[in-house]
């Protein structure tokens, strides 16, 4: 991975000249827009829609586009008042009464009110009757109906229990749009026509190409979180989708974009070289499960066995994991959340890197060593089978070398998208993985819960079956607990489970980095590992 971005950093190098030359100056004209280059569109999903959108690269710009009745700080994860200036939660977290700001409007003039609020989310909850599956649904979970108490004071009622509703009113997927929006079809919204109350609209929106941000005029109601309280000191933003990584990190060393935005974090190679150019580097854990290996316990599977299981979590050097497919700043995983997740609770010690101890777990569960190296067990080798979607990485390699020495054979099968998905509902793997990204630990039940899992099979398949009902007893908890206190014990215990089971076996942090331009000021995240936009400056 190293030489590679070596080799392909050495080639942009070449192909600028930056030996002779420095990065161009923006004209007078351009100066107040800030322009970003983005990891590639979503093919699949074409989608600016906040409700059906999961993309990470869409919501970075909705969130300064429309806005959700709270807010919520990114370093203490607590929630605060947006759109609501204040709520009230019944003792059972069935119904969240919202007192709403009376001087906001959305862009079109339409006034932001409690009708407002109940347009938007009953028409979220027709949406996600017609299509279960989108993004949306998620948070909107358990949502039945909203009461107007007063133009500006609305009781969303729930059919069931939800202490996570509240911080599902912070995101952007349950973010407020215009009424008028509402009276789009769903692929006209998916297309642009998303109207909000935030410091920006969407001017133009051309899948797989690029969109552009203009500057609201009388802007006035930021939340805490945000330094500027009046209009975006921008004119405009302006974002590309650029799928090859040498072609965005030209575009920013020759000062054509000023925020290079990759999926991937960039290697100590490329830190180097735009350091040398005078950029900053923003890192930022994205909130939600770490990046996780999930074991099939079914049936025969070798992983049925925990001993096996807890091999593994003693066989991945973590470490080394960070430093070699990244750089050696880059934070090591500590459990089964990234660190930015509230209720987060490390599990350092259980996580250590431990190769002899893996052996010991390995000799007890019978699996001796062969004259190859490989281990066996009634003449079967210990072999286990890892599907990957599109293509292997040097992180999947890495894995499977480190699990060589302890005598485990890691199969990287590679697979379509198509194919991968449908193995993992059929259950034919032995070890697969997922993640959503979320600022609140209920979002694990999106994939460990087979009540509410995008794939139940893949929920189910994680524990032994007498370790199910134990962690649905934890996420229920954590479901009806409305005492921050009680959350934390709650997700505590069943992060504290998922490892002492080897049902969740954590690879990696899942770390988002953005290089910003000598030009742009005050970048900062949001609590969902998105920006501020509307506090950016740029200079000449």
Known sequence: MRLQRTLASAAILLALGLSGCSPSQPDAQAASTLKIAFFNDNTQLVS???????????????????????????????????LAERWEISPDARE?????????????GEPFDAQAVKTAFDSNKAFAAELPSTFGATYLAGYDHAEILDPHSIKLVLSKPNAGFLQATSTTNLSILAPESYRKTAKERSLGAVIGSGPFKIEHYTPETGLRLVRREGYAWA?????????????????????????????????????????????EVDLQLFQRNDATIQSRSLPGPALNLYPNTRGNRILADQKVR?????????????STVYNDAFPVVDGVYDVTTPYFRSQGDKL????????????????TLGQDSYR???????????????????G???IQDQLRKVGIELKLKVQTTAEWAAANAAGAYDLTYSYMTRADPIILQTILDPRSANSSTLATNTYEPNVLPLAQTLFDAGLTA?????????????????IDQGSAIPVYERVWQAATSKRVQNFRWSAEGFAFLNDIEVKP
């Open 48 to 82: 600016i829609d906040p409700f059906q959108v999961y993309w990470l690269e869409h919501r970075v710009v909705l969130r300064n586009v429309v806005e959700a009745l709270t807010d919520q700080d990114p370093q203490t994860g607590q929630i605060i008042p947006w």
């Open 96 to 108: 969240y009464t919202f007192y709403l700001r009376k001087d906001v409007t959305f862009s079109n």
């Open 223 to 267: 939340s805490a979180n945000v330094q500027n309280k009046g209009d975006a000191h921008l004119s405009a933003i302006e974002v590309s989708y650029v799928p090859e990584e040498s072609v965005r990190n030209g575009l920013f060393l020759q000062g054509k974009v000023d925020i290079l935005w990759p999926r991937v974090p960039f290697s």
């Open 310 to 322: 807890q091999a593994l979590l003693k066989a991945i050097d973590r470490k080394s994991y960070a």
């Open 352 to 367: 250590a890197y431990d190769p002899q101890g893996a052996a010991k777990l390995l000799d007890a569960a019978g699996w």
């Open 376 to 394: 066996y067990k009634d003449g079967k080798r210990l072999a286990l089978q890892y599907n990957l979607p599109g293509k292997e990485t040097a």
């Open 396 to 398: 999947d390699v890495l």
């Open 482 to 498: 409305t005492a921050s206190e009680q959350r934390a014990d709650a997700y505590g215990e069943l992060q504290d489970l998922l």
